[in-house]
């Protein structure tokens, strides 16, 4: 097999995966280690708990990520937004000074207040 069909095979399958292959892709070569010490070090690196921890922190990825792009980004937003409100027992008011603080557009913020505000 030439090297350039190998790439594209692997290439396809780490597709596949999503998001969490190019997180674990980044992580392996942050290690500057190569094969199976790349392997182990990176799935320790992603999650507490050694290697066990970054396989499941992989896995939550993909759950999160297939939700996301099911439903979009701002609308997981301001789903979340109003769970943690009300686990957290939050005023409307307690509630925006946490959107304010939060690193996103100033339009996703004043929709998921005014989502909030609806509730």
Excluded at 96 to 106: E, S
């Amino acid at each position: 097999m030439k090297q350039g069909v190998i790439m594209d095979e692997v290439c396809e399958k780490l597709a596949s995966m999503g998001i969490p292959a190019l997180v674990f892709i980044g992580a392996m070569s942050a290690t500057g280690l190569s094969g199976a010490a790349a392997v182990t070090a990176a799935l320790a690196a992603l999650g507490p708990g050694g290697m066990v921890g970054g396989v499941i922190t992989l896995i939550t990825m993909s759950g999160i990520l297939s939700v996301i792009s099911k439903y979009g980004y701002s609308a997981v937003m301001i789903c979340v937004s109003k769970k943690i409100m009300i686990k957290q027992h939050l005023t409307k008011q307690e509630m925006y000074n946490k959107i304010d603080r939060m690193l996103i557009t100033k339009s996703l913020k004043a929709r998921i207040k005014s989502e909030i505000n609806r509730a």
